[in-house]
Structures are given as C-alpha cells and as structure tokens.
C-alpha cells in the first residue's frame, strides 16, 4: 500500500525556535493535511491544502503556522515561534480526491518536543 | 457533525470475535460512518466506511441498522496485533471541508494471548 512519509519522526527544540515538519504525500494524491496529537489526547485538525492554498484551518492553526508546498512532492508545516504547549505528535495526510468514499492516508506522525 | 459514543475500552483474546458498537443519534441522511484504527505512535489508519446495512473488507465489517443510530465495527478473530485505539467517525465526506475529520476519544482495545 501506498505510505505517506514523515521526516524527521522526533524532533526537539528550544522553545520560541522555528521548526519545519516535512512530509511526502502519496503521489497521485491532490489534497494535503496536517493534524496533531498532544500525549493522551485526541486527533485534532489543524489544515487543509489543495491546489497551493489553504481551504480550512482550525483555531489551533494561528499566525505562528504556515504550510507549503515548496515542490511537486512535499508539503511542509512550519512553526515560527515554538510554544512548550506545541509538544505533541505532528501528523500529515494525504487524500487523492474528495469524494464520498475517499479515506485519508495518514504519516507516522513527527514527535515534537519543545523544551 | 454528529456527535459520537462509544466504550472507552475493551478486552479481549487472540482468535475472538470483537463488536465495537458506536452510538449516533443525531446521524444526519447524508452522513457516512467512518472506523478508523490507530496504533501507538502512528497515525490513524482508514478501516470500513459506510452508509447503511452491512459492509465488509478484508479487515473487518461494519453492522448498521435501518435507523442508522448506531453502527458495530466488527473484527473477526483478533490477534495481538489489533490491539489499538479504534475511532468512529460519522460525517458528510462533502460537507466536512476536505475531510476535516473530528475524533474522539476512541475505544482502546486490548487483545491478550
């Protein structure tokens, strides 16, 4: 089966530093998502990115976030000013259309611990 | 998007059957029911969708009865690598904005030899 990438699966900084979690969606795939999951608490969704744009982002995704597409194969999440309250496990997704029956393929997700 | 309950947890033994069963009372007529499953440290990973009656893959199948208020995910003969948090979705694919999925707690299934 096919496998969205992530990279790096751990990463660690020093709080108010920029992160960048990169991605590889599945290939063929035209629309691209970044959730996260602080330890022991739910999937929730950050954004939503087709054709080079944001199409809906959640309140957690403020100033501090940015996405991009800088090539034809990843997809990026940028934090500007890393917050302690950031720590959590970045996943991103990818989904080939929208459509009724069309599922998510998820990454392994990028620990990030901010200190 | 409707709201969902299901257990919080789980038990069972390799080479049972188990029925995890979703409540959903507020399902709306286009709404598709979603099961995904998520292992520790991983993504969550699609299982079953469905709108109504029965559906079956090669993983498990997916029970929901005409009034559509519920629905029961399936698994059949687990084994310890089914051990994972099991997620119910319900949501309309074309209205949930790009599939902005919302999860909720789950129900964390244990499987022990």
């Known amino acids: 089966e096919p496998e969205v990438t992530q990279t790096p699966s751990h990463q660690v900084t020093q709080m108010g530093q920029e992160v960048i979690l990169r991605c590889v969606p599945i290939s063929n795939h035209l629309y691209f998502y970044w959730y996260r999951q602080i330890l022991g608490q739910k999937v929730e969704f950050l954004v939503s990115?087709?054709?080079?744009?944001?199409?809906?982002k959640s309140e957690i995704f403020d100033d501090q976030f940015s996405v991009e597409r800088p090539d034809g194969s990843n997809f990026t999440l940028k934090i500007r000013s890393t917050k302690l309250e950031d720590s959590a496990m970045y996943f991103c997704?990818?989904?080939?259309?929208?459509?009724?029956?069309?599922?998510?393929?998820f990454g392994s997700g990028t620990q990030l611990s901010v200190l | 998007l409707a709201k969902t309950t299901q257990p919080i947890s789980m038990d069972s033994y390799e080479g049972q059957e188990v029925n995890i069963t979703c409540s959903h009372n507020?399902?709306?007529?286009?709404?598709?029911i979603t099961w995904y499953q998520q292992f520790p440290s991983q993504g969550p990973r699609f299982i079953i969708q469905g709108y109504k009656t029965k559906v079956t893959n090669e993983v498990a199948s997916l029970f929901i009865p005409a009034d559509r208020k519920s629905s029961t995910l399936s698994l059949p003969r687990v084994s310890l690598s089914d051990t994972a948090v099991y997620y119910c979705l319900v949501g309309d694919p074309m209205n949930t904005g790009f599939q902005k999925l919302v999860f909720g707690t789950g129900t964390r299934l244990l499987v022990s030899p």
């Open positions: 997704a990818s989904s080939r259309v929208q459509s009724e029956n069309e599922k998510l393929f």
């Open positions: 507020n399902i709306a007529t286009n709404d598709y």
């Open positions: 990115f087709y054709n080079n744009e944001i199409s809906e």
